[in-house]
């Protein structure tokens, strides 16, 4: 397993996002285009990756890993949050990106990105434009639109733990599904919106939280009691956050959904 490093950095400005305070950032892969039978990362290995990148070089970097090199620890919180399975179905890689913002220079978590052409107040605020995707594409990604793209640290500069990474890995796996799913059940994808896209993700999310939640307090394992408090906070998250994406389902969004359970009742 080797890192291979691409010789033309892609611009740090895409769509409604900032992948770097300088003007480039370089793009890593695991390996070549992932590896059919890829080994699972050590432990550390992401944080030791960013850390050592840091520490070398002064732009930032984009990371994609297929989700077979995913570490184990990651894996496994995936798998006991009921979330492996769609993971492996519905994500082509994931991105860990050592600095994300807003170009308002707000923190953010991640995305998963879309070709959107729709304009408005159900526009996907993470469309990006064709010429902006194929930067992306190529060599380093093999599709843009099924990739995951995390913020592997914290506003402050902090790497996020393992722990960290569950809720936002829940609720873009859930976002992923939902679009996948959707555009098989629809004439028109781009009729789905993304409130409606959205508020599916964030039930899928909030379920898989309270699953791992209380598979942990279950388990009652010592790792993962100092996090008891922080759970409880995340929940109460997920919730205000769904009931915020279901306000912005619009009527033409409740059409969508009963043509979507039309064709469930069909099948």
Sequence with gaps: MYLVAQKSPISSTQGNFIFSRTEQVERLRLGRLFPA?????PPEA???????????????LLLAVNPGHLPEEIFQL????????????????????????????????????????????????????????????????????????????????RLINNLGFFPVFAFHIGYLKAKSEMAEKVTDPNS????????FAATYALSSVQVLFLDLVAANEEAYRPYSGQFQKLVTFHEKQLANYLSLVSPEDKTVLELIQQQRTKN
Excluded: M
Aim: hydrophobic residues 30%; proline residues 5%; negative net charge.
């Design 37 to 41: 039978k890829p080994e699972r990362l």
């Design 46 to 60: 992401l944080g030791k990756i960013i850390s050592d990148h840091r520490a070398k070089q002064t732009h930032e």
């Design 78 to 157: 995936l798998k006991r949050g009921n979330l492996a399975e769609d993971f492996e179905r519905f994500c082509k890689a994931v991105v860990f990106c050592s600095y994300l913002s807003t170009t308002n220079c707000e923190w953010t978590n991640g995305f998963v990105l879309e070709s959107d052409p729709v304009e408005g107040p159900t526009r996907n605020p993470y469309s990006f434009s064709e010429t902006e995707i194929q930067a992306l594409s190529g060599n380093f990604l093999e599709d843009p639109l099924e990739t995951i793209f995390v913020n592997a640290c914290k506003s402050d500069g």
């Design 192 to 199: 789905i919106s993304y409130a409606l896209k959205a508020s």
